[in-house]
Every structure is written in structure tokens, then in C-alpha cells.
């Protein structure tokens, strides 16, 4: 089992900038790929970013790619987003999540609780 805390989420305006941690905790963190999922209210889960175990490999969503930045420090069992420039359409419960594989889709095995970003126009 992996488990998975979200933080750093809050209230801005459009065009600030937000850090979220996941933290992880259970299995050995550097041997799972991890993502960034969000989830707006009456819409479904959608993927926003992936690293892989090793932070070598990275892939973004069109819709965030050039703002959003993900990251990992596997010393410290954490993967960050750094999300600049925000939008209103940013807003969303933000999940992490981890797999064995480097996944672009939300079929990862682990997830943790969300954290709640809103962005005003």
C-alpha cells in the first residue's frame, strides 16, 4: 500500500501561482511513477501531469502545459506541482496518485484524499 497526502491547496486570483506536495508514505516511493489528476465539479477526473520514478520522464496536459510544472524529490517521499498563471478553469479538487507505470490516464492504483484549488477571475 502507498499512501498519499495532497497539500498547498487554497483561494487566488487568476494569474497567481500555487505549490501542491503530495507526500507518500508505505511501499518505497522512488519505484512509482506519480501524477497529477483535478477534478471540477460536475465533470470527470481528468490527468494533468506525470513523472516517472526516476523524474526522467514527463508529460503534461495541452491545457497546462507552459504553466504547470511537476516535480519529485524522491529523498523526501514527495512530488510537487507548481502551478503558475492561474485560470479560473484551473479550479478543481487536485489528486496525486501512483503507479507502477507512467501513466497518462487515471487507472493508477493509488490515490490520495484531494486538495481544493479555486481560482477567481
Known amino acids: 500500500q502507498v499512501q498519499l497526502v495532497e497539500s498547498g491547496g487554497g483561494l487566488v486570483q487568476a494569474g497567481d501561482s500555487l505549490r501542491l506536495s503530495c507526500a507518500a508514505s508505505?511501499?518505497?516511493?522512488?519505484?512509482?511513477?506519480m501524477g497529477w489528476f483535478r477534478q471540477a465539479p460536475g465533470k470527470e477526473r481528468e490527468f494533468v501531469a506525470t513523472?516517472?520514478?526516476?523524474?526522467?520522464?514527463?508529460y503534461y496536459a495541452d491545457s497546462v502545459k507552459g504553466r504547470f510544472t511537476i516535480s519529485r524529490d524522491n529523498a523526501k517521499n514527495t512530488v510537487y506541482l507548481q502551478m503558475n498563471s492561474l485560470k479560473p478553469e484551473d479550479t478543481a479538487v487536485y489528486y496525486c496518485?501512483?503507479?507502477?507505470?507512467?501513466?497518462?490516464?487515471?487507472?493508477?492504483?493509488?490515490w490520495g484524499q484531494g486538495t481544493q484549488v479555486t481560482v477567481s477571475s
Open positions: 513523472i516517472s520514478w526516476g523524474g526522467r520522464t514527463i
Open positions: 496518485a501512483a503507479d507502477r507505470w507512467t501513466r497518462v490516464n487515471v487507472n493508477y492504483d493509488y
Open positions: 508505505g511501499r518505497t516511493f522512488s519505484n512509482y511513477a
